[in-house]
């Protein structure tokens, strides 16, 4: 039977839940979301029909797929609680941040895991999710990636880039948000409301993502097609270059890594 359990229905899980309650991979009766809160739990029981539980060993009792969506800091407890349950055969995939599929193993050896990095694009399907996994796991694979196309892209990756596609992904959503904020701001500088302003940003940044996802092209490509000679586009480029705009950016990402890879 093809049933799954979602460990922590907060903000990733419910997301995960949508997705694979809207297809076709589970039935909804299938899918039983397991938390501490009520409130999450009738929330996710009244959008999307799927099954709620308080205890994690009754709700892991019969089925193939164990979702852990659970904070860093709780998943040693919820593997302690669910080892002695576990049967070889069911398979776990982890959403949580930082820790190897050989860190779980150690405290589950008889268990497939898998390892997914999405991001909060997911509650709009537009997550970009990293998995991973080891060698010997094959079948499960393909479908988990199935599961979290239902959430948006999969990217099939080796787990020593889990870290940094959780830079790239995850923290790669407020680098973002970050700059466009920027921009905002500097509409507003020029004369536009806020909320102005935050509509033309927005939709120019879903047109420049748009731009390089359809056509395939490297962004510079994008950028030489509205960069005429001596205009004001490549004023602005090359003012933001002279501030450290793309050297800043790699600065900042790098800085996020070295620390991801000090964070236990
Ligand atoms: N959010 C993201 O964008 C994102 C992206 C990639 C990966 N991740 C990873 O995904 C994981 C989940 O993140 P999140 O943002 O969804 O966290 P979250 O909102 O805190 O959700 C976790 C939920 O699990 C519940 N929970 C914890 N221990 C439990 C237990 N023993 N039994 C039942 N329920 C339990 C929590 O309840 P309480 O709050 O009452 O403890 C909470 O409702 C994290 O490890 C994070 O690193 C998140």
């Known amino acids: 039977m093809n049933k799954i359990t979602i460990i922590g229905g907060g903000n990733l899980g419910k ?6 309650g809207n297809s076709d991979l589970f039935e909804a009766k299938h ?3 397991v938390d501490k809160s009520e409130h999450n739990l009738t929330e996710v029981k009244e959008k999307l029909g799927v099954s709620t539980s308080q205890h994690i060993i009754e709700a892991i009792s019969d089925v193939k797929w164990v979702i852990l969506c659970v904070q ?6 919820v593997l302690e609680e669910i080892k002695e349950e576990l049967i070889a055969d069911q398979i776990l995939i982890s959403t949580v941040t ?6 779980i193993n150690e405290v589950v050896p008889k268990n497939k895991v898998i390892r997914v990095m999405p991001n909060t694009g997911a509650s709009k399907k537009l997550s970009m999710t990293c998995i991973s996994a080891n ?3 094959k079948e499960e694979l393909v479908f988990v990636q199935k599961m979290f196309d239902t959430i948006g892209k999969t990217l099939i990756i080796e787990e020593r880039l889990m870290q940094a596609a959780t830079v790239l992904g995850a923290s790669g959503i407020a680098f973002f948000l970050r700059f466009l904020r920027a921009m905002i701001q500097g509409g507003i500088q020029m004369g536009f409301h806020p909320h102005e302003a935050q509509i ?5 940044a879903m047109g420049a993502a748009t731009l390089v996802a359809k056509n395939g092209t490297h962004p510079e490509r994008e950028i ?3 960069t005429t000679p001596q205009g004001c586009t490549i004023e602005g480029l090359n003012e933001m270059e002279h501030q450290g705009l793309s050297s800043s950016v790699i600065k900042g990402v790098m800085a996020s890594y070295e620390k991801i890879n000090t964070i236990k």
């Open 15 to 20: 997301s995960i839940i949508s997705g694979l």
């Open 31 to 33: 899918i039983t979301v």
């Open 72 to 77: 860093p800091r709780q998943l040693d407890a």
């Open 98 to 103: 930082g820790t190897s599929i050989a860190e």
């Open 135 to 137: 060698e010997d796991v």
């Open 200 to 204: 033309i940003a927005v939709q120019t």
């Open 224 to 226: 030489d097609k509205v």
